[in-house]
């Protein structure tokens, strides 16, 4: 299946950027180019962080789904499930993002906002990145072979079909929201 617009286009490229732009106005929005509201959901003092995401990955799965089953999408390009690789990551992400104060997205709305911090951070992320891909031959023979399981989705490894799961990700999501909002600490919204 062609779309319209190559994403490797001008117009292509216009458009990420205009989305880009949205999306970063969208995080400033939320209060997530604010280091303090970062660092407090690691504090359990304020869940917005979290209540944002749920609502990326909720609106995310159901856009992906809907354009799938309409045929706008030929199907599901995603990575091998390598959970060394998993675990590792997530786990240097994490520290990271407690340290710093940002993920890479919100990172980069921050320095939008004029927040030097978050650059200097960056460009620690940028050094990371080196890294990374310096040692990535290393990182594949090693580590990445580790619990791979290749390209798999939960509804190919349970019998319980990809509607199913994206019906239980959003009941999920909004019996976490309901629970925040009871009974979570009120951030400061001075």
Sequence with gaps: ???PISTSSTTGLIIAAVFGTIFGILLNKGRVTDYNVIVNLFRFKDL???KIML???VI???GVFAMKEFGWIEGYHIKDTNLAGII???GIFGVGMALYGYCPGTAVAAIATGRIHAMVGFLGMLFGGIVYALSYGWIKANLLNIGQLGKVRLDEV???PA?????ILTVGSIGIFRFIERKAVKPDLI
Excluded at 163 to 167: A, D, E, S
């Design 60 to 62: 995310g799965g159901i």
């Design 158 to 160: 349970t019998p319980i």
């Design 88 to 90: 590792l990551g997530s």
């Design 1 to 3: 299946m062609d779309l």
């Design 48 to 50: 917005t962080v979290l």
């Design 163 to 167: 509607l199913v799961w994206l019906i």
């Design 55 to 57: 609502t990326a990955i």
